[in-house]
């Protein structure tokens, strides 16, 4: 029996605190007479969804519930935490919380097996000098750093030197799509069945790109279609107060938090992400899944996925977006085309696999110890 920790900040309804509850729940299905399961959270900002997942299979859930994630207070309370449970492995994901566990094993305070799981192709410390530094011996205090994507492993290799990492896709379940899906969208919104639908879904934070997105819908002002976005985010204001200057409200449908953006992508015409980077982009496999066709930005973890490039623009393009959502509406033998090309992965990226890679990943990882 293997004693694990899964360590990250919250269960925020983001995309790596979903596929770690995604992964965990999965994890404990297939495996639960080889591992004991627990979950460290820093702190209570959880979304239900994500906590009822890992509830539901019977994991062990500890939230620290500390008020500020950069805390000394936070990594005194996870220190005691640890010891407490004495686990033979510690998995942990995202920003601060890999840091906390960088400087408990620098420390010698830990002496279990630590795995980190990098996400992301953009690191906001690497501004700071003193951050570029400290990361090369926090990345290096680990026993391994896996890499979500190729992108991912490309960019630590080149910005951090580190060594020890392993690419092993982020993966998804199969979902069903249903007929009456559309019956029951059609009759939410209001919607005809000859309005193209279009979505995107993301948080409207830095590095997804909304604004090049609401841009291109100015170019086509003749065609009929609704755009639905959901999420939230601090920037959402700075994208309805533009969709307001273009006298765009009657053509975009902002739908906040939901939690069957599954069915949303199966229901629409054309997902969408227009973002300034990614580190694998679960959007778009979803959408991959979805069988239905996708335009993305031509970004790393985007690429990643995504088999078809013709549907792809670079950063900031509206003009080019404008083109290919045009093209899309038009013809659809192009999205036939995009949905075969893409669809062709669907079984490299599905959760069992992840889920069997990083099996094979611990038990190799603690048979290097004994």
Request: hydrophobic fraction near 45%; charged fraction near 20%; glycine fraction near 4%.
């Amino acid at each position: 029996m293997i004693n694990i920790a899964y360590i990250i900040n919250n269960f925020k309804k983001n995309g790596a605190e979903t596929m770690l509850s995604n992964f965990v729940e999965k994890l404990k299905i297939n495996h639960q007479d080889n591992f004991y399961i627990h979950l460290i959270l820093l702190n209570d900002e959880n979304d239900s969804q994500n906590l009822s997942r890992i509830n539901n299979v019977n994991v062990s859930v500890t939230i620290l519930n500390s008020k500020k994630l950069f805390s000394a207070f936070t990594l005194i309370n996870l220190y005691f935490t640890l010891k407490k449970i004495k686990v033979d492995i510690i998995h942990v994901h995202l920003f601060p919380s890999f840091y906390y566990i960088g400087i408990l094993k620098i420390f010698k305070l830990i002496s279990c097996k630590t795995i980190l799981t990098e996400h992301t192709t953009h690191n906001n410390r690497f501004r700071y000098r003193v951050f570029r530094y400290l990361d090369k011996f926090i990345y290096g205090s680990f026993d391994l750093v896996i890499c979500v994507s190729q992108s991912v492993q490309d960019y630590l290799s080149k910005n951090v030197l580190c060594n020890y990492t392993k690419v092993v896709n982020n993966g998804i379940d199969h979902f069903p799509i249903s007929n009456e899906i559309i019956k029951y969208f059609n009759a939410e919104f209001s919607l005809n069945s000859d309005v193209f639908k279009i979505l995107m879904v993301a948080r409207f934070e830095q590095g997804k790109d909304h604004i090049t997105l609401i841009k291109s819908l100015t170019y086509l002002s003749d065609l009929n279609f609704r755009l639905f976005l959901v999420g939230k985010g601090v920037l959402e204001n700075q994208v309805k107060n533009l969709i307001s200057f273009y006298g765009l409200e009657n053509k975009v449908v902002f739908l906040g938090l939901r939690n069957d953006v599954r069915s949303l992508m199966s229901y629409v015409d054309l997902n969408i992400l227009s973002s300034e980077f990614e580190g694998f982009s679960g959007v778009a496999l979803e959408s991959v899944f979805a069988m239905k066709p996708f335009i993305g930005t031509y970004v790393p973890g985007i690429i990643d996925v995504i088999k078809d490039d013709s549907l792809l623009f670079k950063t900031g393009d509206f003009q080019e977006l404008a083109r290919l959502i045009r093209l899309v509406y038009m013809d659809s033998s192009v999205s036939q085309t995009n949905v075969n090309l893409n669809s062709s992965v669907i079984e490299k990226y599905t959760l069992d696999n992840m889920v069997n890679q990083h099996v094979v990943i611990y038990k190799a990882i603690l048979s290097k110890s004994s």
